[in-house]
């Protein structure tokens, strides 16, 4: 309780003081249409900082029902950074500790080494509905809730036996920080990758042990642990960035977002020697193709009808366009794009059970879209929008970078930069 003394000394360290009280961001915010149980984004940032700032006593648990979307921070127009007070004020002043279920949702790396080191047994499994009820009623996972599957080889185990050692042959290079999903339950994303790097003239290396980039350990309460994460990511990119020249792309827009904005405003990891070099593969891909570096040919008989789902940590960083251009400029196909809207799951939110139908009832309108457009998939650049929509509708869901991959005529492609 120490913690809950009044400091007139303790000035934020966000800006709440621009907040003029327009209520636009209350529109923009996801929880509140399904959850009155959260005061949305005006009370629980900037109007609720001025109180708590003179005495945390007013600091309210239910600020653990904000997803950290930003997409009230998207609407402000004067730039309050509402979801970073908001998450801010809950590492500072929140007592609930966290439980086994967050320490196992939130701990990515250690269930993924297990997991995948006994995929067929783990897989089947959590797939099972006994296995489920029981997540259920011990940890209290929502047993409607569907786990990505594990897969049997790891992406950087399957690098360095396929990959590594060609990736010297490239004049240019890059860094590539793969993330958990890719690592643990889908390295065909990281395959595809290198296949376009490749293509695009690019050797491929990964970084000095990358660790999860700690959104799920941020949002679980585990701070302290998700700042030296942080703080090793940040060592490993300025490795590759500052010593060796090479930028650092990723296909998670979480990841990469986590390590541009979340460090420095929530953990106080300065990143600036990196951030800017630091980017989605498809913004490195689309600038190299603007400036007149890169031309991608495709092949002719692609076609497909894809619908684009911009998730919410896209729309903060600004960069769904990146994908969206790569992805029309495939001859072949017809391109939809889906109201920007939240899919729900918020990373590990969706998956408790206290969580679950709040999730779904912010993911209904974007489902019913999906539903009402008749494609051959989505393409979506965030991991846990795909769970969530592959869970939600009987669409599936591909990452800009695989869709490329599919549609990409290497050969093509590699005579443009080998001329
Ligand atoms: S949109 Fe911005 S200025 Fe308007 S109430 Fe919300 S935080 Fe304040
Ligand atoms: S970050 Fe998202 S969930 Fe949280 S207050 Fe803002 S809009 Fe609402």
Partial sequence: MTKKIFDPFNISDNNFEQCVKCTICTVYCPVMPVNPEFPGPKQSGPDGERLRLKDPGFFDESLKLCLNCKRCEVACPHDVKIGDIIQSARIKYSENKPKVRDMILANTDIVGTLASSLAPI???????????????????????????????????????????????????????????????????LGKDLIKIMNAAGYGVHLLNKEKCCGVALISNGLVNQ??????HNVKAFTESIVEKQMPVISTSSTCIFTIRDEYPHLLGVKNDEIREESE???????????SGELELVFKKDYKKRIAYHTPCHMEKLGWSLYSTQLIKMIPGVDFVQLDSQ???????????????????????PLFNQINDTKVDFVATDCETCKWQIEMSTPSKVENPISILAEAIDVEATMKFWNK
């Fill in 342 to 364: 939240c899919c729900g799951i918020a990373g590990t939110f969706g998956f408790k059970k206290e969580n679950y139908k709040s999730a779904q009832g912010i993911g209904q």
């Fill in 122 to 188: 783990v897989n089947t499994a959590v797939a099972l509905k006994p296995v489920r009820k029981m997540m259920d009623s011990v940890l209290k996972i929502d047993h409607h809730r569907m786990f990505p599957k594990y897969s049997g080889q790891r992406f950087e185990t399957w690098y360095r036996k396929n990959a590594k050692k060609t990736q010297g042959n490239f004049k240019k290079h890059v860094s590539y920080f793969h993330g958990c999903y890719v690592n643990y339950n889908f390295p065909q």
């Fill in 280 to 290: 989605l593969a498809t913004r490195f891909l689309f600038r190299l193709i603007d």
């Fill in 226 to 231: 998700a700042t030296k994460q942080a703080k």
